[in-house]
C-alpha cells in the first residue's frame, strides 16, 4: 500500500492550503482515511478523520476551519485548510486503515508533507 501525500507549503496566516492523499496497492477496504500532524517535541495527534458513509470527525482546534473530503472510488482524501494560523505549522501525515490482500485492519502512513503558516 502506498500513501502518495501532496499540497504543503508555506502560506500566511489567514490563508487557505488543499493537501490530497492518494491510496494505492492491493487494497481491499478502506475503513478510514485522516490526517494527523506532528510538530518536532510533540506526539502525532489527530487532525480530522472520515470513515464509511463519511462520518467525519475533527480536532477541536480546527473544528469551523477545514474540511475533509473523500473520493470513495478513487481512494483518495482532500483537506481543506482555511483560515490558517501559525499554530497549523506542522508536517501533516496522511493515514488510513485498511484490509488488504496481507492485512486486516492495519494502519497505513504517507511520508508527511509540511506545512508553515508565518504571522
Known amino acids: 500500500v502506498q500513501l502518495q501525500a501532496s499540497g504543503g507549503g508555506l502560506v500566511q496566516a489567514g490563508e487557505s492550503l488543499r493537501l490530497s492523499c492518494a491510496a494505492s496497492g492491493s487494497i481491499l477496504r478502506i475503513n478510514a482515511m485522516g490526517w494527523y500532524r506532528q510538530v518536532p517535541g510533540n506526539e502525532r495527534e489527530l487532525v480530522t478523520a472520515?470513515?464509511?458513509?463519511?462520518?467525519?470527525t475533527y480536532a477541536d482546534s480546527v473544528k469551523g476551519r477545514f474540511i475533509i473530503s473523500r473520493d470513495y472510488a478513487k481512494n483518495t482524501i482532500s483537506l481543506e485548510m482555511n483560515s490558517l494560523k501559525p499554530a497549523d505549522t506542522a508536517v501533516y501525515y496522511c493515514k488510513i486503515n485498511a484490509r488488504t490482500v496481507a492485512r486486516d485492519n492495519f494502519d497505513y502512513w504517507g511520508q508527511g508533507t509540511k506545512v508553515t503558516v508565518s504571522s
Open positions: 472520515v470513515g464509511n458513509r463519511n462520518i467525519t
